[in-house]
């Protein structure tokens, strides 16, 4: 099964300010189609999980441009270019290349 | 951005080794086109992959602690999913969600984009 490794556990950010979370997978998520399996989820309080990138680097519909996503291979990277009081959550990855597995999550909170 | 409507059903309170029968109705798109996946989430924990059923109900695939005690199967003519839980134990606990899969013709997935709200499965004595 791939194994999939989330950091940090916890993000405390001011508002404005740049975040960033890290994902790695125990192997390449690379498809035999050219892209990477690899998707980012947010889940607000009390609500279901959220698609905000998928296929590494994809925004979903509705996905604010600040939410960008990028890596291959085996190492992903979540960025928020300002962090606003609405993107408090918590940030999973997914890969979907062998059956799915989530990342352990990141919890994304304001200072 | 339109919201597809996903319900789960079917959830409650089951004593250890009881049976549950999970139902997610998806009425707002063509049912019959889309993999689907059950993913669950204990209290206070992360996501949990359970299951997955191909669009055309051939394949599916399970987590380890899964395998042999549930059965997830669907219904296009009612545009339903199930997942059938048997041998229920403590550590099945958890919101179940349903969720529709965007896949490859190999069944991986590269977008899992529609969740249902959940149902709340508690396994108690």
């Known amino acids: 099964d791939i194994v999939m490794t989330q950091s940090p556990l916890s993000l405390p950010v001011a508002p404005g300010e740049p975040a960033s979370i890290s994902c790695r997978s125990s192997q390449s998520l690379l498809h035999s189609d050219g892209h990477s399996y690899l998707d980012w989820f947010v889940q607000k309080p009390g609500q279901s999980p959220q698609l905000l990138i998928y296929?590494?680097?994809n925004r979903a519909s509705g996905v604010p441009d600040r939410f960008s996503g990028s890596g291959s291979g085996t190492d992903f990277t979540l960025e928020i270019s300002r962090v606003e009081a609405e993107d408090v959550g918590v940030y999973y990855c997914m890969q979907g290349l062998q059956t799915v597995t989530f990342g352990g999550g990141t919890k994304v909170e304001i200072k | 951005q339109v919201q597809l409507v996903i319900q789960e059903s079917g959830g409650g309170v089951v004593q250890p080794g009881r049976s549950l029968r999970l139902s997610c109705a998806a009425p707002?798109?063509?049912?019959?086109?889309?993999?689907l996946h059950w993913v669950r989430q204990a209290p206070g924990k992360g996501l949990e992959w359970v299951s997955f059923?191909?669009?055309?109900?051939?394949?599916?695939y399970y987590v380890a602690s899964a395998k042999g005690r549930f059965t997830i199967s669907r219904d296009d003519s009612k545009n339903t999913l199930y997942l059938q839980m048997n041998s229920l134990r403590p550590e099945d606990t958890a919101v179940y969600y349903c969720?529709?899969?965007?896949?490859?013709?190999?069944?991986?997935?590269?977008?899992?984009?529609?969740w249902g709200q959940g149902t709340l499965v508690s396994v108690s004595s």
């Open positions: 296929l590494g680097s």
């Open positions: 969720a529709r899969g965007i896949c490859s013709s190999d069944n991986s997935c590269y977008k899992i984009d529609y």
């Open positions: 707002g798109f063509t049912f019959s086109s889309y993999g």
């Open positions: 059923i191909s669009y055309d109900g051939i394949d599916k």
